[in-house]
């Protein structure tokens, strides 16, 4: 009997062992499981991101198309209002992801042939005045600012009176067209007020500003310079 029982009292020790080491074995695989869950839905999640990622680059590409092109589409009709059908306006990008982009103009050398110019560089002040403003017009019209414009000697580069009188009719049937209201300072009122609804004229008295209401007829009769040449000289 004695024999009998310490068997039992050693079998049931084995087994306590045994049970022991079934339990650390299940809980080890308890935590493989859930490391191995953690791990699933945080590559879930990675694809997600990855995905967002790519959605959020595909519409900021389209985005950039997008407004490259409705850049290009209203400073083109402003430069060939004023300078001709012969200018072309044009966003040259070095990448197919318009990440960098050069404004160019296209003009003809000859009758047969057109080349390409650096607006910056090589195309005269007046037609960089005229895209400069085209181009804050469409970047306003993106943005969907519907604000009053300031504008602070903009086309002062621009001399031609061709240039200047093609200029005013483009300007005056875009802001007939889009209600805008602009706020034009100049020292061109008889060239500019043309198509102005009102006008202020600012002179210096004293040193001090005074300004006052005029119409366009008194800023071409009273304060144009005329010069007048008699037959003797």
Do not use: W
């Not at 209002?81 to 072309?88: E, L, P, S």
């Amino acid at each position: 009997m004695h024999d009998l029982a310490s068997l039992r009292k050693r079998a049931n020790k084995i087994k306590s062992i045994l049970d022991n080491k079934v339990g650390i074995r299940q809980t080890h695989l308890d935590n493989l499981n859930e490391e191995k869950k953690a791990y699933d839905l945080n590559n879930d999640a990675k694809k997600l991101n990855l995905s967002s990622v790519d959605l959020l680059n595909t519409a900021s590409f389209q985005r950039r198309k997008n407004t490259i092109a409705h850049l290009e589409h209203l400073v083109d009709a402003f430069v060939k209002a004023v300078y001709g059908n012969d200018y072309t306006f044009i966003l040259k990008s070095s990448d197919t992801s318009f990440t960098k982009i050069e404004p160019i103009i296209q003009k003809p050398i000859d009758e047969n042939n057109i080349t390409d110019v650096d607006l910056k560089d090589g195309s005269g002040g007046g037609l960089l005045d005229m895209c400069a403003f085209a181009t804050r017009l469409a970047c306003n019209e993106i943005e969907n600012y519907n604000g009053p414009l300031f504008l602070d000697e903009t086309f002062k580069s621009l001399s031609a009176d061709k240039k200047i009188y093609d200029l005013i009719v483009v300007l005056q049937s875009y802001f007939e067209e889009t209600q805008r209201q602009c706020i034009f300072i100049n020292h061109k009122a008889e060239v500019y007020g043309k198509i102005a609804d009102m006008m202020h004229l600012v002179e210096l008295i004293n040193k001090k500003s005074k300004v006052s209401e005029v119409t366009f007829e008194e800023i071409v009769n009273d304060y144009t310079f005329k010069f007048n040449q008699t037959e003797e000289e």
